[in-house]
Every structure is written in structure tokens, then in C-alpha cells.
């Protein structure tokens, strides 16, 4: 197994984005990068596809000020954590492996988890493995599979595109997936960690690794069901915040509210003008919404 890493010099002088680096190695040679920013309650911020920690620069100091601890990972395989060649060393059960093993070192409890994409798959399996570890959850444009689901034609064709594309552009597919206009220096950053498509592999196999009914070559589904367990007796406080303009999540946020016990009585909201990547759409908004959230079942 091959193992490389993203230089430094890539992450220098990156806009709005002043986070202190921080690594633990979660398997022999295979660091993760996180950022661990405030002091007090602590919040998880996981990112999904093709993103990473940058995704929650608008959003961690807020949550800072407001009295908060913020810890975003890199999954491996994004940001500023290792890569590994080779798109069969990726799997859902070593990324969930490797997450575990980073909430290990860092010895969390009471968190608050805030997860986007597929940083719900990994948040929601990670709370129902674990539930003692977590406070309260907040899930944003994400869903978790389960017995009967299948592939929406949607989600097929991004996961052809992904699996057969020649010309795989991270920074273009977040553009796809925001409702506002990147710049460049925003678009430079979410480029970073790919220098070339060597470190991209683990950024191309994760929409192959989404498992449906009818599609599940690791037998993750019923891993995902046993999950669905644990969240449908959750009387936890549990939070939907999604965007009004991602279509492929469309009314996933309903879907969580029948099924969550923990989410009845809460202030859902369906955030106007945000896309699927909403902590680049309405990332400030955000923040005041998961701080008010967390205060008020306080």
C-alpha cells in the first residue's frame, strides 16, 4: 500500500483559513489532519465529497466565539490528511476505522455532531456504534442507507461520471454544488490537496462506496440497518438543517424527522438559497443555527 501526502507548500497563504494543524496517525503510516479550534462544549464537523476541513472555515469561528470547541477532520484521502494510492485500499469500514480511531486519541465525550454529505454516513454509523459519546446530533444535506434503498438516477449518474470521468475537478464539482459563485482563491483551496490525480483516488471511489440495496459489494447495508436501530429509539436532541436547492437530498430532512425521535420539537429549517455544499452557501447561518440549537437543549 502506497502512501503520500499533499506538500505543505500547497496549504500556505489559503483564504480564510488560519487553523492551527494537527495530526494523529490512525493506522501505521495513514495520518489525519484535523483542526481543533475553542474552547468548551465540543462540536464534530465532518465534511463529505470531494471536500474537506476548508469547508467549515466560515463556520468555525462563530462557533468559537460563541463558546464552542470545533474539531474538523480531514478524512483520509482529502485535505491535509494522507492519501493512499490505489482506490480498492478505500472502503466504508476503513474510513469509519480510521474516524474511530481519531475520536479514540482525542478521548471525546458530550460531542455535538454537525455532519454533511458523507460525513453523515461516517457521523450517523459513528453515534449509533457509540452513542454514549454524543449529545446531539445535526445532519445537513446527508442521508444513511437502509434495507430497500435504491440509487436515485441522479445519484447514478454522478456515480458514473466519478467512476469513468478522464478529468476529475474537485474545486468544479464543488462549484456544481453550491448555489453562490466561488472565486478563485476558493476554488484554488479546494484543489489543494490534489496535486495531481494520483492523490485523487479516494476522492473518486467514495460515490462507488454509497451502498443500496441492490449495490452493496462490502455488505454494508445491514451494518447501516443496524444503525437505523439506534437512531429510531435516539430521544437525544437531533437537528435538520438542509438546503432548499440541493436536489439529490430533496427532502431527506423529512424523511430523518419521522424517523428520529430525538428530532421531534426541534427547529428544523430548510435554508433558503443553499445548495448541497451549504456551509459554502450559508455557512454563517449555519453556525448561529447549530449554536442555538445546542444552547437551547442545554
Not at 476503513?94 to 454537525?114: E, I, K, N, P
Not at 445535526?138 to 437502509?146: E, I, K, Q, R
Request: aromatic residues 12%.
Amino acid at each position: 500500500m502506497k502512501i503520500i501526502n499533499t506538500p505543505d507548500s500547497y496549504f500556505e497563504n489559503l483564504k480564510d483559513y488560519p487553523f492551527s494543524a494537527n495530526y494523529h496517525e490512525v493506522q501505521e503510516g495513514i495520518k489525519m489532519h484535523y483542526v481543533d479550534e475553542g474552547d468548551g462544549p465540543i462540536i464534530l464537523l465532518l465534511h463529505g465529497e470531494p471536500s474537506w476541513s476548508y469547508l467549515y472555515r466560515k463556520m468555525i469561528p462563530i462557533l468559537a466565539g460563541n463558546g464552542f470547541r470545533c474539531i474538523a477532520p480531514d478524512l483520509v484521502g482529502f485535505g491535509k490528511s494522507s492519501k493512499i494510492v490505489g482506490k480498492e485500499n478505500y472502503t466504508f469500514k476503513s474510513h469509519l476505522g480510521w474516524l474511530t480511531a481519531l475520536l479514540a486519541h482525542l478521548s471525546l465525550r458530550d460531542v455535538h455532531l454537525f455532519c454533511q454529505d458523507w460525513g453523515g454516513l461516517l457521523g450517523l454509523r459513528s453515534a449509533a456504534n457509540n452513542p454514549d459519546m454524543f449529545s446531539s446530533i445535526t445532519v445537513s444535506n446527508t442521508f444513511l442507507p437502509h434495507s430497500g434503498i435504491k440509487a436515485s438516477p441522479a445519484f447514478i449518474r454522478w456515480r458514473d461520471f466519478s467512476q469513468n470521468s478522464r478529468f476529475f475537478d474537485c474545486a468544479g464539482i464543488l462549484q456544481m454544488g453550491t448555489v453562490s459563485t466561488l472565486n478563485g482563491d476558493v476554488l484554488k483551496a479546494y484543489n489543494a490537496p490534489f496535486p495531481d490525480d494520483s492523490f485523487k483516488d479516494g476522492a473518486k471511489i467514495f460515490p462507488a462506496l454509497v451502498p443500496f440495496d441492490d449495490e452493496d459489494a462490502h455488505n454494508e447495508i445491514p451494518n447501516c440497518d443496524a444503525a437505523w436501530k439506534v437512531l429510531s429509539a435516539w430521544d437525544k436532541p437531533f437537528l435538520t438543517l438542509f438546503g432548499d436547492s440541493d436536489d439529490i437530498m430533496k427532502n431527506g430532512d423529512l424523511f430523518f424527522q419521522s424517523k428520529v425521535p430525538g428530532a421531534k420539537g426541534q427547529s428544523h429549517k430548510l435554508i433558503e438559497n443553499a445548495g448541497h455544499f451549504i456551509q459554502e452557501d450559508e455557512g454563517e447561518e449555519l453556525a448561529a443555527l447549530l449554536s442555538d440549537f445546542i444552547k437551547s437543549n442545554n
